[in-house]
């Protein structure tokens, strides 16, 4: 693309990722539509003019998709015949296609290692999974991106708020977090130079257990967990070099990695807004 060309970009599903993604995209410019199942109730903070109708599963919502555009999916790519057919429908070639996917793909067994041993790109898929069935189809025949995305966390998304809640309890299990502007800068960089069929693992680059998470929301923020502790599972330490080398070359690294910051961050953002923990 002319780099003088400006860029249009369908954010497809509209939801907390694609919100981030949306504010960056235009605030560099980007021609950015937004797409939801119900856009007059969930796109109030798009123009009219800029909000799509769109529902995988009505094929009379695929028609209302601009020609041309590179195209940014934001919800899991199943069921595998319906996303297909709409990938040969709407000729998904034409422009770039960057979808969402989760490290939850990465089929390991019970390694027994603790540490758990550190997951790139090649390690083997569990393609029992819909969603990992339509990534692949998306990636092999239409050379769509796949980044595979860690924990998303941010304002209105806390892990404070999910320990207080007893939702994650003080295991050894190993959790991988990504903060969601940190993806959607990752979001805007792989549409702009990410390559075609490859698969970018997206995480902060720093595994922690949630005991370490539990032990932070002690001593800084006074949280005691009430949840119980998962021991049965190790989880994974996601390698995100390959994303940073891609992040390198464009300028833009990752600015959320020392978790007493973000927290501290998100802690302001929440009690300065309406955001809903
Ligand atoms: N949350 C995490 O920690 C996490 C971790 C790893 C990967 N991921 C993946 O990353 C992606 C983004 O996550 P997110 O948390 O930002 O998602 P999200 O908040 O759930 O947003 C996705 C939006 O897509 C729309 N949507 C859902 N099903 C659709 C369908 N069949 N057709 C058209 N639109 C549909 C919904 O908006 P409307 O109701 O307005 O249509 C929904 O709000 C997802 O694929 C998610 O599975 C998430």
Redesign the pocket.
Known sequence: MNEQTQRELVI???????RAVYKKAISRRWLTWA?????TT??NFVPPERRIH????DRTTWSNLPHDCDLL?????EPFELVREFARAINVVAGRLVV?????AYHTGPSGEDPPPWIDETAPLDQTKA?VQGEEFLRTTCGAIILR?????GPG?NPLTWIKRGRVGPSRKYVNLIH?DDLAEVCLATLTSGGRGEIYNVSDGVPRTWQDICHLARERFGIHPVGDVDTDSAGKRIDNSKLLALLARAGTPLLYTDLRQSLDHIVAVEASTEVTP
């Open positions: 497809l599903g509209t939801g907390y990722t694609g797409t939801s199942r119900a856009p969930h796109l769109f529902d995988l599963s999916w934001c919800f899991p790519a969402l996917g989760s490290t939850s969603r995305v860690a924990g998303i966390y998304r969601v």
